[in-house]
Nanobody, 122 residues
Framework: QVQLVESGGGSVQAGGSLTLSCSASKYIFDSGCMAWFRQAPGKEREGVANIYRYSSGTRYADSVKGRFTISQANREAPMYLQMNSLNPEDTAMYYC???????????????WGQGTQVTVSS
């Protein structure tokens, strides 16, 4: 069974940076897309960014464009989310996900990590 494990969460002040990482327990042959989602207390889970593993094409939610960068060196390498200029609205549990089709829609992803908490204080 594939496991996705996130790390790198923590607490920072507004304007700070964090880098999240996601590693898979084994190569996921049927999942061409890796993504980050987040869920703030009392809110629905939302897509943050995705990367297509075969072309390195990326997509971002409007709320994080220009501040967050998703990357993966190759198809078997860990995936990263570099988060800069963080603000309190970025506070959430961040989840790594893998799926066959690239989107920012939760239903398209079959594999999920347990999440890592990011807290941004003002």
């Amino acid at each position: 069974q594939v496991q996705l494990v996130e790390s790198g969460g923590g607490s920072v002040q507004a304007g700070g940076s964090l880098t999240l990482s996601c590693s898979a327990s084994k190569y996921i042959f049927d999942s061409g897309c890796m993504a980050w989602f987040r869920q703030a207390p009392g809110k629905e889970r939302e897509g943050v960014a995705n990367i297509y593993r075969y072309s390195s094409g990326t997509r971002y939610a409007d709320s994080v464009k220009g501040r967050f960068t998703i990357s993966q060196a190759n198809r078997e390498a860990p995936m990263y989310l570099q988060m800069n200029s963080l603000n309190p609205e970025d506070t959430a549990m961040y989840y790594c996900a893998a799926g066959r089709y690239c989107s920012l829609v939760e239903a398209n992803f079959a594999y999920w990590g347990q999440g890592t908490q990011v807290t941004v204080s003002s």
